[in-house]
C-alpha cells in the first residue's frame, strides 16, 4: 500500500505542474490507477487528484478533453467519476462530466465502470 500512496503522490505533483494543459493533467491523473489498493483510503486519495484535474478544465473545453481520450481512459475517468460521487465534492461538475462522458462514450463505458472487478 505504501508504494501505491508514493505513486499518487508522484501523479499529484505531475498533475499540479500541468494544470496549464488541462488535457494533459487529466491524461496524467488517469495513468496508473491504484487496482491493487486494498485500503479505501488510497482509492479515495487517488480519485481526488484526477477530480483536481478536471476541476482545472472549463466547461466549454470539456467535449475536446474527452475526444482527446482513449477508451480505456474514458472507461477509468468513469470509474473515479463514480468513486467521486459517493462523496459530496463537486457534485453538479461531476454530474456534468458523467453526462458529457456517457455521450462520447456510451452507455457501455458506464456498464464497464460498474463491473466488480478492478474497482477505484
Not at 500500500?1 to 505513486?7: T, V
Not at 459530496?88 to 462530466?97: P, V
Amino acid at each position: 500500500e505504501n508504494e501505491l500512496l508514493k505513486k499518487i503522490a508522484e501523479r499529484d505533483k505531475a498533475v499540479v505542474s500541468l494544470l496549464s494543459n488541462p488535457t494533459e493533467a487529466l491524461k496524467a491523473a488517469l495513468t496508473d490507477p491504484p487496482y491493487a489498493a486494498t485500503s479505501d483510503a488510497t482509492r479515495k486519495l487517488s480519485a481526488k487528484v484526477v477530480i483536481k484535474a478536471i476541476c482545472a478544465v472549463p466547461e466549454k473545453d470539456v467535449p475536446a478533453v474527452l475526444e482527446a481520450l482513449s477508451e480505456l481512459e474514458h472507461d477509468i475517468l468513469m470509474k473515479y467519476i463514480y468513486r467521486a460521487l459517493e462523496g459530496t465534492e463537486s457534485n453538479a461538475q461531476l454530474l456534468r462530466w458523467h453526462g458529457a462522458l456517457t455521450e462520447k462514450a456510451g452507455l457501455g463505458c458506464i456498464m464497464r465502470a460498474l463491473q466488480p472487478t478492478n474497482r477505484l
